[in-house]
Nanobody, 119 residues
Framework: QVQLVESGGGLVQAGGSLRLSCAAS????????MGWYRQAPGHERELAAA???????NYADSVKGRFTISRDNAKNTVYLQMNSLKPEDTAVYYC?????????????WGQGTQVTVSS
């Protein structure tokens, strides 16, 4: 079983910054992708940023240049530094870890943390 514990959400004014953290524990395959998805009211969940164990990253176009994802593989922890926040960044942010092994997909989610950006 894998557990993801998120922290760092909150309320911030437009132009401000927040840093999200997510610590994973349990039986985690060494080669995986950890990332952050977000879901705003009335919208589908979407990828914000993700990073593989080897350091490859993927960002949504809407956050490029403002958000930076990083991870500590030894701690199975992923971070999301969010700068120049905009009201449209308001959403519940979910941590995710996934990998594929021996033909089977493994996909785990955190409980979500609210990020609210006021104008």
């Amino acid at each position: 079983q894998v557990q993801l514990v998120e922290s760092g959400g909150g309320l911030v004014q437009a132009g401000g910054s927040l840093r999200l953290s997510c610590a994973a524990s349990g039986s985690i395959f060494s080669f995986n992708t950890m990332g952050w998805y977000r879901q705003a009211p009335g919208h589908e969940r979407e990828l914000a940023a993700a990073m593989t164990t080897s350091g490859s990253t993927n960002y949504a176009d809407s956050v490029k240049g403002r958000f930076t994802i990083s991870r500590d593989n030894a701690k199975n922890t992923v971070y999301l530094q969010m700068n120049s926040l905009k009201p449209e960044d308001t959403a519940v942010y979910y941590c995710n870890v996934h990998w594929r092994r021996l033909g089977k997909q493994y996909d785990y989610w955190g409980q979500g943390t609210q990020v609210t950006v006021s104008s």
